[in-house]
């Protein structure tokens, strides 16, 4: 048939494929260097949508790219399938939530064969599989074992109408649910956390190892959310408290300039100093901290929301001026970061300076801010003297928060303020009041949750409240069937409600105790599903040393910007926690990463409520796999977003049919010598060889796109107007086509493989080197002119400069004896094709 027809292409090579399985990774013997390409793995949410067949044609390139360049790559895909969506249409529908999960497993198994995804088959793994959760639970019992994995009670923003916690994202900034649109609360709950804060160092310090390979906007995103600030803590003794308060400050040297103190109201510390107060204030107290936990988290950081606040007519004192001030309640200090209190600066600190202003609290001047420190004299304009900023924050109500020299300050006036910070945490540590401190943004991580689809927590509670580590023999603990469970969220785990689960001895000793009901946020699965590909059927470990040692980490990551932050900072703290825990040799898990954009139509994300939705099954129908593929990659850099109502499947159709009809015109048979071919034509060929690679390394796939399209048009040229059909350097040039369209286009390239009399698979083939001496310019030919008459000719490169030309003519024996003893006057010289000499008669 001479009709390129993607569906009896796809019908004809999937099981040809799924009997030669192109890509296995464990044949005996192999001794291919190693790269291991990981595609983040998808939830089982439904079908393959068109974000998957983004993500997933991209990763498969480079999977095929580094398989060609000779590399034995692994290239593996699961499903991490524990999480809400399949509770929730569980709960809608009355199904249990495996059904749900391993039926859209099973579709998205099929889409992925057909999508012609370069997966090795052999290494499937699902999350909610007990026999994969079961490390989970090994993994929390090492970290509990170190002291990484611990319960506390917190506040925690609780939905009173849904009987849900809540993130803090889904808090709307009036204080109600974005769910069920309750005011929220905050209510206080025992949950277990991750010590992700023991390595808030080393997850900053380590992303210098990423830069280059890593988007540099990712690096910064986690920069940030880790969030480290450097200064001091400050100890503040208190009337009528035995022990001092210490305070966290960027700004230690701006201490004589501290006029009151701040305690977050909803912190141990203000309820106890209210407590210790008088009765009035005791009651206005209880009042305000009622409002306070109806207030979102965001919403008390704001700058521009009217501060609000109490005095607890406490008083404390200023460790360096003797000074007794006063102690107020405020929320927009936060009860979880740094200690819960502040020092108030409010000549230097906005937020200081908001409410000293609103409560009409003093405010004092410690930066002279008009000082300069540089040793530059600054430019004043005398005329003008009006114009310099008024060192009176309290009428301008705008903080001094830049450089300057210290005033009122004592042993600190006329130091800088760098020079301020280093000296007075000096002083503060020689009187013991004081010492250096560092900050976080980042927070522990809370991985218990309230909910059935998880992997259970292996801990069993005596009738003592003592704490009990499952013996590890004893893994996996089992989810229970949920007959009889009732999964609506109700605030607690619906495990508990499943009696002969729950109920089991204490390890200890036997008497009645209850297996804890939550379970854990499945980030924890993601955290380290890279590792289990190694050797995903192995039920004596989490993973093989051995298979770390040869795979990871892994080389190359491919997902999506929405993992920016949590997810690769889950696994590369994992990573660490297992690196100091001996069982990985390395402590970064993904080497490169990057990061695909998203599927848009008409400019906006799909979805179903906007009607813009593009079915990917319909797309796969219309146009094909292939055509589908290659537009992902032809739209742009992978990096950009791409808008579907922008690209054309159709068009890449076309193309692909062009490309494959060649493979059926080409008459010359395998063995011809590539080197009697047409040299123009080979020229082309050799240049994409040489270009490809690089190209793809830099992750530039829709240029080679568009260069494996001109070396198309350059083979119809040759065969319709050119040497022929017949010409080896046809063949060679469509093979070449076949080569470079496998990494895009499998299934044409498979077929056109076939047709120009090859064994499959093209994928196994290997990429050919490009001949230097075909890489090279054409010569062209320079005609030497002597008066006007032709008298020598030269082969030069055609960028040759005038002057080389020239000096160049001057040698050539044709020349040397037509000019003779005669003198040159002019010599006209149009490289690269002639020079005319021009001599005295
Ligand atoms: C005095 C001071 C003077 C401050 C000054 C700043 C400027 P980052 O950079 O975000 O770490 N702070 C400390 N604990 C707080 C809490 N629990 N809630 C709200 N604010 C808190 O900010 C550190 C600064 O934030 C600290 O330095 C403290 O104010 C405030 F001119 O201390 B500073």
């Known amino acids: 048939t001479e009709r390129w027809d993607p569906a009896s292409l796809q019908a004809k090579w999937m099981p040809v494929w799924e009997e030669i399985k192109p890509f296995r990774t464990d044949v005996p013997g192999d001794t291919r260097p190693r790269k291991y390409v990981l595609d983040m793995f998808p939830y089982p949410s439904g079908d393959l949508h068109m974000g998957h067949a983004e993500a997933y044609a991209l990763g498969d390139v480079i999977a095929r790219y580094w398989r060609q360049q000779g590399f034995n790559v692994l290239h593996p895909v699961g499903w991490d399938s524990f999480g809400l969506p399949a509770e929730n249409a569980a709960i809608k529908r009355g199904l249990d939530p495996r059904q749900w999960t391993y039926d859209n497993i099973d579709q998205q198994h099929q889409s992925f064969k057909k999508y012609a995804s370069s997966f090795d088959w052999s290494r499937v793994l699902h999350t909610s599989d007990p026999e994969y959760y079961k490390w989970n639970q090994w993994l929390f019992l090492k970290m509990y074992e170190k002291g990484l994995a611990y319960r506390k009670a917190s506040w925690v923003n609780w ?71 450097v200064g001091a803590d400050v100890d503040f003794v208190i009337e009528g408290r035995d022990e001092p308060v210490t305070v966290f400050t960027t700004r230690p040297d701006t201490l004589y300039g501290v006029t009151f103190m701040v305690v977050a109201p909803d912190s141990d510390l203000a309820i106890e100093l209210a407590a210790g107060s008088t009765p009035e204030v005791q009651e206005r107290f209880q009042t305000y901290l009622a409002e306070v936990q109806k207030t979102s988290e965001t919403e008390r950081q704001s700058a521009d929301r009217p501060k609000t606040g109490m005095p607890l007519e406490r008083w404390a004192i200023n460790p360096v001026t003797k000074e007794r001030i006063p102690i107020w309640a405020a929320d927009y200090v936060l009860a979880d970061y740094g200690h819960g209190a502040v020092m108030a600066v409010p000549a230097h600190d906005q937020r200081d300076l908001d409410f000293a202003r609103a409560f009409d609290l003093p405010v004092r001047v410690v930066v002279d801010t008009n000082q300069p420190v540089t040793g530059v004299i600054p430019v004043i304009d005398l005329d003008n003297l009006d114009e310099l900023p008024p060192l009176d924050p309290k009428s301008t109500g705008t903080a001094l928060t830049g450089e300057g020299r210290l005033i009122n300050s004592g042993p600190l006036d ?136 040869k795979w990871a980490p892994v080389d190359q990551y491919v997902g999506g910007v929405t993992h920016a932050i949590l997810h690769l900072l889950y696994a590369r703290f994992i990573t660490k926690v297992l690196f100091d825990l001996g069982y990985v040799p390395f402590t970064e898990p993904f080497s490169a990463l990057l ?98 690679p690089g190209l793809i390394e830099a992750f530039k796939f829709n240029v080679v796109v568009a260069r494996i399209m001109e070396l198309t048009n350059a083979a119809r040229k040759a065969i319709d107007s050119g040497p022929g059909a017949g010409d080896p350097a046809v063949r060679e040039a469509v093979e070449t086509i076949a080569l470079g369209l496998s990494l895009f286009a499998p299934y044409t390239a498979e077929d056109m493989w076939e047709r120009l009399g090859y064994e499959p ?50 040698t050539l024996p044709g020349v040397v004896r037509s000019v003779g003893d005669r003198e040159i006057v002019t010599v006209v010289c149009r490289p690269p094709r002639l020079v005319n000499i021009v001599t005295k008669p």
Not at 426 to 452: C, F, H, M, V
């Open 761 to 810: 698979s093209v994928a196994n083939y290997g990429w050919r080197k490009a001949d230097p001496s075909l890489l090279t310019e054409d010569a062209v030919t320079a005609v030497i002119q002597v008066d006007g008459k032709v008298r020598d000719r030269v082969e030069v490169s055609p960028k040759i400069g005038a002057a080389e030309l020239e000096a160049l003519a001057r």
């Open 159 to 229: 939905d009173p109408v849904d009987q849900t916690v809540l993130a803090n994202e889904q808090v709307l900034p009036d204080g109600t649910s974005e769910r069920s649109g309750a005011v929220v609360v905050k209510k206080k709950l025992t949950q277990w956390y991750f010590r992700i804060t023991d390595y808030a160092d080393r997850l900053l310090d380590d992303l210098k190892q990423l830069e280059g390979t890593w988007p540099s906007k990712v690096i910064a995103m986690q920069r940030n959310w880790i969030g480290r600030s």
């Open 414 to 549: 006329g130091l800088s303020k760098s020079n301020a910070i280093r000296r007075i945490i000096e002083l503060l540590e020689q009187a013991g009041t004081g010492r250096p401190a560092k900050n976080y943004r980042l927070r522990d991580w809370l991985i218990s949750r309230q909910r059935y689809w998880g992997t259970p927590i292996p801990i069993i509670h005596g009738e003592d409240g003592s704490e009990h580590p499952v013996p590890e023999d004893q893994l996996p603990v089992v989810l229970p069937p949920t007959e009889g469970l009732n999964l609506t969220p109700k605030g607690s785990s619906p495990l508990g409600a499943a009696e002969d689960w729950v109920n089991v001895p204490n390890p200890v000793d036997g008497t009645p105790a209850r297996r804890d009901p939550d379970t854990m946020d499945t980030f924890v699965d993601s955290s380290w599903y890279f590792l289990r590909f190694l050797s995903p059927n192995d039920d004596t470990q989490p993973f093989d040393p051995k298979e770390v040692e």
């Open 595 to 692: 990061n695909q954009g998203m599927v848009l139509m008409d400019g906006s994300a799909m979805s179903k409520s906007k009607g813009n939705l593009v079915r990917l099954s319909d797309q796969l129908d219309e146009h094909g796999v292939d055509a589908v593929r290659l537009t992902m990659a032809f739209a742009g850099p992978p990096e950009d977003d791409i808008d579907w109502a922008d690209v054309s499947p159709a068009g890449s159709a076309k193309f692909l049919a062009r490309a494959w009809r060649l493979s059926g015109e080409v008459t010359s048979a395998p063995e011809v010598n590539w080197r009697d071919g047409d040299r123009a034509l080979r020229k082309v060929t050799h240049r994409f060889l040489a270009e490809a």
